[in-house]
């Protein structure tokens, strides 16, 4: 059955200005991007759980087995594309006077579907920092593969760009899309199973400071209670809807 957005919702998403959506996994699900958690089980690669490899403690430990674990996400991403969710919230930037978009994806798919300025929490798995002197370079899927790579600055080794577990979120970034979440009226929490904080609290933030807050998800999630709407259904499906003009077709 498709979902259908509730009147009550239409008439606050065209009367809003301020709107703000944080996206996670499963926005990414239908352009064929595994999530991290559910469909039976949690991310595993070479018998360490996801949570393991992607650690602060594997930088220290093993910086090479990390490359190699996000050269492994990097080619998956290298051929994928964005779908009809990342494509609706591009078209979302032109629809109100404040829109932000937060994402805990690495994947860089919001930017490739034509979203601007969007806050990366978790940083971007095509960008790579100096461990000694923080410059960072774009990397590509051609590049040779020096794992790891040299800092083109300081010659020191460099990692991933990207958050890692046990470390801490881009401050400046966060402390950005707390603000918008405390200024929106709308905000949208889509495709996240929102157990990771701090992003996790950027709906009840929204909330807590009166905004209306509409969750996207096939499956309920620990927020979904705390929500005042909850449309289950997939991302790719249930955002474009929101660009139907006649109401009549809807409910
Ligand atoms: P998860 O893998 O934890 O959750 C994905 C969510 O997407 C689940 O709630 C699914 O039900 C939902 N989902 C699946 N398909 C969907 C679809 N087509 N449309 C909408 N929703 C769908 O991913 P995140 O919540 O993003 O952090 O995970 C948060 C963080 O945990 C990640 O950013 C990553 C990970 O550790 C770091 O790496 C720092
Ligand atoms: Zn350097």
């Known amino acids: 059955m498709q979902a259908q957005i509730p009147a009550e919702l239409r008439r606050r998403f065209r009367a ?21 958690r559910g469909g039976g089980g949690a991310a595993v690669w070479k018998g360490m759980p996801f949570d393991v490899i992607s650690s602060a403690a594997m930088i220290e430990r093993d910086l090479k087995s990390v490359w190699e674990w ?53 940083g971007n798995i095509w960008r ?7 410059a960072t370079e774009m990397l590509s899927l051609e590049q040779t593969r020096l794992r790891p790579p040299a800092c083109v600055e300081c010659g020191s080794e460099m990692r991933p760009d990207v958050v890692l577990f046990g470390e801490m979120l881009p401050m ?6 707390a603000n918008k979440a405390v200024e929106c009226e709308l905000f949208f929490v889509v495709g996240t199973s929102a157990l990771v904080y701090p992003a996790a609290s950027l709906p009840e933030i929204a909330k807590g400071a009166g905004a209306y807050v509409v969750e ?15 449309l289950s259904g997939k991302a790719g499906e249930v955002l474009p809807l929101f660009d139907v003009r006649d109401e009549d077709t809807l409910f």
């Open 16 to 36: 809003a200005r301020r709107v703000c959506v944080l996206t996670g996994a499963g926005v990414s699900a239908e352009s064929g991007v595994p999530t991290f």
């Open 70 to 122: 996000f050269d492994y996400r990097r080619d998956l991403i290298g051929s994928v594309h964005p779908n009809p969710a990342h494509e609706a919230l591009a078209r979302w930037q032109n629809l109100f006077g404040d829109f932000t978009l937060v994402t805990q994806n690495i994947d860089g798919l919001h930017q490739a579907a034509g979203s601007r300025e969007v806050i990366e929490l978790h």
């Open 128 to 134: 790579a920092k100096c461990m000694a002197c923080g």
């Open 172 to 177: 400046q970034d966060f402390t950005k899309a």
């Open 216 to 230: 996207v998800n096939p499956e309920p999630t620990a927020l979904s209670a705390v929500c005042d709407e909850t």
